[in-house]
């Protein structure tokens, strides 16, 4: 993605807000771990979208009057001590020719810059609103704190002006992906794929949950130096339960079935893929009909995706699917008992963020991004199975982005067969 791109983000931002408007949006900064150690540092997605910088420390600003668009971009000074120690950081030129934004200032001007805004009208235009990204807890300043707090400081200094989110106007353009994030999301699929390939040509009993988050890890770094999307989910026979497994540390036992929940990150965009194996090579009698009743509600969800369809409504008909099926398997008494051995939703949208903020009551159309992940948990049995896809919303339909993947109990018991010696000693 270039400057191009970034430029036409803002620029249709900025046609959804209304005239008289100012726009400040906060990278976010490193965050204390302990010590003088800092957590890695993790980007504001908004930021990012509409800027291409990632970069701490940093402000974009958009004014949006009827005297026209202005836009800043604010960035540290290089700090030549701090260059030493972890290297440099953007300077004025390359932070301009990265994100488009023709007016790139350092740091310690955004609030004279605000305030000038405020205050020139003949230049700026009449403003009479603030808008910031007051998602949750998101901390924009070691001594302003989230910017929740920025802007009660805000309003106290300007009573007379109005503060609005600008969160809901970003995430939904952030729905409809554009040619260059689906490429990048392409990219994460298969990243992930060859990630999995390699996870399960080493897949045997015996070995621990951890050793194939390591190989996964590997397998993405010999890739492409990738990192993951998300903490990568290996959760053997009963761990599978929990759908979120922190922590994979068990053996892996002969005949259980092992749930890999993992994506690599392409150029900040999230591949998520499930796929349930089993550790011996084969799936036995009993996991083959509950997988089979989880694969087809997979691809059923996705014969139904496609534009005008939400996500409440793809969830709602999975759990018919579902309870119906699992009745007719005996796997549950009555319809209504579904809830006990499905409880999640069926899908999310994908992008920048692994779980794209996006609002799951709105019409899916062409350029969504979601993923189709029916499971089933049955903890007296020790099966946990999810097969999570992720699909590209089309004109009539949809593409599903990681078909390539194998998924069916056929082809997954042939790229078993590939490994080495089953039960090397
Ligand atoms: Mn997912």
Redesign the pocket.
Known sequence: MNAKEFTLRRQKLMEALPLGSVVVLFSGIEIKSSADALFPFVINKNFYYLTGIDQEHSIVMMVNSALGVKTYLFIDEIDETKTRWVGKKLDLATAKQRSGIQDVLTYSMFQLRLEDVLQQREFYGDIDTLLVDLEKNLIIEANLGTTQAFADAFVQKHPTLKVANVYPFITRLRMIKSPGEIDAIRNAIQATAYGLHHLRKQLKPDLYEYQLEALFAYALKEYGNLGTSFDTIIAAGKNAIVLHYPNPKDKIQEGVLVLC?L?ARYQHYAG???RTYPASGTFNPLQRQIYEIVLHANEHIMSLAKPGVKLVDLQKECLSFMAKACVKEGLIKKEEDIGSIYYHNV??H?GLD??DPIARDLPLEPGCVI?V?PGLYIKELGIGIRI?DDILITEKGCENLSRDIPKSIEEIEASLQLRGNKNPQ
């Open positions: 929940d994506g998520d893929i499930t899908g999310h994908l692994t779980h993923t992940e999570e």
